[in-house]
């Protein structure tokens, strides 16, 4: 989804919280097969939200699959977790990964999001020769995640 040239394999800055206006932090990994890659922000809340491709998230002793081959057609997966934690993803096929950090301490049980449990909603179906119709994902918000800063 990403096509910058200037993206590398392994850690991407995109924004940052104290210069670019959007008061969070949010970066892109690139990872290959047998990647391996720990978050080390544990002051913040974070949502890890896969892109594209295969990953495996291990957390406070659980392990968490997501597998997501286009990011227009398949359902998302995202860890949202909140300051104090540190998960460590594994890449079992290449894979972009979206890392998004906001300040915010308070504490909240670890979510895992997945098409069990995102919205997808549909609009503009039936109009203008369906020349609007497009899927909406809603992943968290204030109605599902209200104690999130993001």
Not at 45 to 71: C, D, F, P, Q
Not at 82 to 108: H, W
Request: with cysteine; charged share 25%; aromatic share 10%.
């Amino acid at each position: 989804m990403f096509r910058y040239n200037d993206l590398q394999r392994g850690l991407n800055h995109l924004c940052n919280r104290n210069s670019d206006g959007m008061y969070m932090d949010v970066d892109i990994y690139i990872g290959k097969a047998g990647d391996v890659f720990s978050s080390d922000e544990c002051t913040m809340e974070t949502a890890i939200l896969l892109i594209r491709g295969h990953i495996k998230i291990e957390l406070e002793g659980k392990v968490y699959e997501g597998i997501r081959n286009s990011e227009f057609f398949d359902a998302a997966s995202c860890m949202h977790t909140c300051c104090g934690k540190k998960a460590k993803i594994i890449c079992i096929d290449n894979s972009e990964i979206l890392i998004q950090k906001i300040e915010n301490n308070k504490v909240f049980d670890t979510v895992f999001y997945n098409v069990s449990n995102i919205s997808r909603q549909i609009f503009g179906e039936g109009k203008l020769a369906i020349t609007t119709k497009r899927i909406v994902t809603t992943i968290f918000d204030d109605s599902n995640a209200p104690y999130s800063n993001m």
